[in-house]
């Protein structure tokens, strides 16, 4: 069984800004791949980044980058020069086979 | 190309009621997954379908959810006797093929309240 953690309920930062927001998970499995969604109000996920956990170099896609820390089963999501269409749920999420397994969520506001 | 479409987007019935919700996948995707997301909560895996069959319906919370797939296409998600604790967000993904590393595009979701 996968378990996924998200112990901030929510965050707010300055537009321009940096936040970074914590998952903690646990599995068995040895393949396994980290995601980081997105959720705005209109409820659509949408993926903001994807970690093999095979792979030892931190994902970054542009203003989004991930501390992938495999033995501490850490996996956190720094968003830089944050901007106000970054308002959104946060979910961290683990595949270990065919499905996600999702964390509870982090909100993030951003404020002008 | 067209994402993921759900119908409808949102659904209210009454207790005890039968609901149907519709997922259309990506064209081509032979993967399709279902999640239930409750009130202030990340989504929970229902249901994940390879082609026409059902591979894995661990996540079903009981005998009156299922979930059908017959062409390899459009699911529909079928609750039978509609509880309150059912109100929550469905929401549908797919995916091509299916596997850890390919990525699951996900429906806007259709948010079923029962009253």
């Known amino acids: 069984a996968q378990t996924v953690t998200q112990s901030q309920p929510e965050m707010s930062v300055q537009e321009a800004e940096t936040v970074t927001l914590s998952c903690t998970y646990d599995?068995?499995?040895?393949?396994?791949?980290l995601f980081w969604y997105k959720q705005p109000p209109s409820r659509q996920m949408i993926l903001v980044i994807r970690q093999e956990a095979y792979k030892q170099q931190n994902a970054t896609e542009n203003r989004f980058s991930v501390n992938f820390q495999k033995a501490a089963k850490s996996f956190s999501l720094k968003i830089s020069d944050s901007q106000l269409g970054d308002t959104a749920m946060y979910f961290c999420?683990?595949?270990?086979?065919?499905?996600?397994?999702f964390g509870g969520g982090t909100r993030v506001l951003v404020k002008p | 190309g067209a994402g993921v479409s759900q119908t409808p987007s949102n659904k209210v019935t009454e207790k005890g009621k039968y609901v149907e919700l519709r997922c259309d996948p990506i064209s081509g995707h032979t993967a399709l997954y279902w999640y239930r997301q409750s009130l202030g909560q990340g989504p929970e895996f229902l249901i994940y379908?390879?082609?026409?069959?059902?591979?894995?319906d661990s996540g079903l919370p009981n005998d009156r959810f299922f979930a059908v797939r017959p062409e390899g296409s459009v699911s529909t998600l079928k609750i039978q006797r509609t509880e309150r604790g059912d109100s929550a967000v469905y929401l549908c993904?797919?995916?091509?093929?299916?596997?850890?590393?390919?990525?699951?595009?996900f429906g806007p979701g259709t948010r079923l309240t029962v009253t």
């Open positions: 993904a797919s995916s091509f093929p299916s596997g850890s590393s390919y990525e699951q595009y």
């Open positions: 999420a683990l595949a270990a086979g065919n499905k996600l397994t």
């Open positions: 599995t068995s499995e040895n393949n396994y791949y």
């Open positions: 379908f390879q082609g026409t069959g059902a591979a894995d």
